[in-house]
């Protein structure tokens, strides 16, 4: 069963919009191949500068033996509990366009737009994920044997929803804290900027 938390929204928005949410309780079964393909094929469908598509997914599995370890050893002890999730993954962004290997500016923003599309396709699956910036970013590339030329964005912890009584308190209380978004005269400005 996916975890309701549903966005308490001021307006009708789009329903995956409001299902969407980042819980901590996370369970260690096996997700399907054919759950994971259809994720990914969210991701394809993204936007991207110049249809470049920048976005690199590095997963592994609880099943993926030492790669699965090498993809662990990234995590920062606060984000320890990801370890659960029956998959983990490292995103990453190409720096620079295929075509002429000119530095690509929009790579960063092109690869967070993909993991919106991945994370809203998500509860649709019945399946849970928790983005995470709480990692050994700057050692991604050495320990994962990626090229240079992309750089780490974040990691991903995806999987099926687990019983949070079972979580530490402290990640209870996180699981439990209510949803609260800033209002949109905070970030919308029409005509001049206002701050
Ligand atoms: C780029 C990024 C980095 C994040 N880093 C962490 C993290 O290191 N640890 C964590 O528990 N949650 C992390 N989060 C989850 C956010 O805290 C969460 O998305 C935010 O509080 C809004 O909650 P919601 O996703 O349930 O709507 C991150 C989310 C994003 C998009």
């Not at 990914?40 to 033996?65: K, M």
């Amino acid at each position: 069963m996916y975890p309701e938390k549903p966005a308490p929204t001021q307006l009708p928005i789009l329903k995956p919009i409001i299902d969407r949410w980042s819980p901590l309780a996370f369970s260690p079964k096996k997700v399907e191949q054919e759950k994971i393909d259809l994720f990914f094929e969210a991701v394809r469908w993204a936007p991207s500068s110049f249809n470049e598509q920048p976005w690199r997914f590095l997963y592994a599995t609880r099943d993926d033996g030492d790669d699965r370890m090498k993809v662990e050893s990234l995590l920062v002890q606060g984000n320890k509990w990801a370890k659960e999730a029956y998959i983990l993954m490292v995103t990453f962004a190409k720096k620079t366009f295929a075509a002429n290997g000119k530095e690509n500016p929009h790579a960063l923003y092109d690869l967070g737009c993909a993991c919106g599309y991945l994370a809203l396709q998500l509860p649709s699956l019945g399946l849970i994920c928790h983005q995470m910036g709480g990692f050994l970013r700057d050692a991604s590339n050495k320990i994962l044997g990626v090229p240079s030329d992309y750089t780490a964005g974040t990691m991903i912890a995806i999987g099926y929803p687990a019983d949070p009584t079972l979580l530490p308190q402290e990640l209870l209380d996180r699981q439990n804290a209510p949803r609260e978004r800033m209002p949109r005269r905070e970030f919308a400005f029409r005509g001049k900027w206002s701050s």
